[in-house]
């Protein structure tokens, strides 16, 4: 499974999401990570980027929601504890499966 984290720079939630994803596929074989920056707005439109961080598996967004704006935003993420700038580890545990 190919997990594909979509950020850009001026966001600084994509790190806390590549700190748990890095910890959630650390000794899984059946994972790899590979992080995408989106640099421009154009770059974004092209990709139909939804905000960052955006995390793709297998080329899907399990996250996903039609009505957000494409664009170099930050992504908002509803959580058990409400809105947030990642998803839980809990919800991208779910999302990758437990081996």
Avoid: H
């Amino acid at each position: 499974m190919e997990i594909t984290l979509q950020y850009f720079d001026g966001c600084p939630n994509w790190k806390t999401a590549d700190a748990r994803l890095t910890e959630l596929i650390s000794g899984r074989r059946d994972l790899t990570l590979r992080r995408e920056l989106v640099a421009t707005a154009e770059q974004a439109e092209r990709i139909g980027f939804r905000g960052s961080p955006s995390i793709l598996v297998d080329g899907v967004d399990p996250f996903a929601d039609p009505n957000a704006p494409v664009g170099l935003a930050c992504r908002i993420y509803a959580t058990p504890a409400g809105p947030a700038g990642a998803p839980t580890t809990a919800q991208l545990r779910e999302v990758l499966g437990d081996a």
